[in-house]
């Protein structure tokens, strides 16, 4: 059973597992997000993600943009380009534990990608399906497991929530399919549109 999460703490934790998935490819850290994870007391274990964090400057920009989708600058651990991502938490009202929120972060190649951040991790590089419900219409989309196990990287272009099929959504509403337990969550979309602006400024900056 998934232990119970403060919408504080998940905050939190949604910055470690954002940060750590930011940098998967270069840098696996599944062992040391393996320890962390079992640790029964939830402010000790949040110091345990807090050390999984590359440092300071891996903490949430100041944002005049939009406030709700921090943006997320984190130094490469060999010396590469920083790495950028805007987060966005997940409803805790009307979301599972284990789905930590949104990340849409820049690439090596032009274009975004969009991911599911979680607290439970998946095996590295394994499927999942994910069901995304919007009113009264069902899509799948067949998600891929990042390097270090901590998001889900879905097979979507970030320009669906503004200019594709998805333009107009309130909120996000996921169902991951999972053998162990699904995971459900809801993400509000609000104000996504300026955040993605600022995020593509901060691609071509870096």
């Not at 850290?29 to 949040?46: E, M, P, W």
Request: hydrophobic content about 40%; overall charge neutral; aromatic content about 4%.
């Amino acid at each position: 059973m998934a232990l119970a999460i403060s919408p504080t703490l998940r905050a939190a934790l949604f910055y470690a597992v954002g940060a750590t998935a930011v940098f998967a490819q270069a840098n696996d850290t599944s062992q040391d997000f393996d320890k962390c994870k079992v640790i029964a007391d939830d402010h000790a274990r949040l110091n345990c993600f807090k050390n999984l964090l590359p440092g300071e400057s891996s903490k949430p920009a100041p944002s005049t943009t939009s406030d709700l989708w921090p943006l997320i600058r984190t130094p490469h651990p060999k010396g590469g380009p920083d790495a950028v991502a805007i987060l966005r938490t997940a409803d805790t009202a009307k979301s599972d534990p284990d789905l930590a929120g949104l990340m849409i972060r820049c690439t090596e190649k032009p274009g975004l990608e969009v991911l599911l951040a979680l607290v439970r991790p998946f095996p590295p590089r394994s499927k999942r399906d994910v069901v995304v419900t919007t009113g009264t219409t069902r899509s799948v989309l067949h998600a891929e497991t990042s390097p270090a196990g901590t998001a889900l990287i879905l097979p979507i272009e970030a320009t669906a929530f503004t200019t594709g099929p998805w333009q107009g959504l309130k909120e996000l509403a996921v169902t991951i399919n999972d053998p162990e337990a699904e995971i459900r969550g809801v993400i509000s979309l609000e104000d996504l549109a300026p955040a993605l602006a600022k995020l593509l400024a901060s691609c071509r900056a870096g």
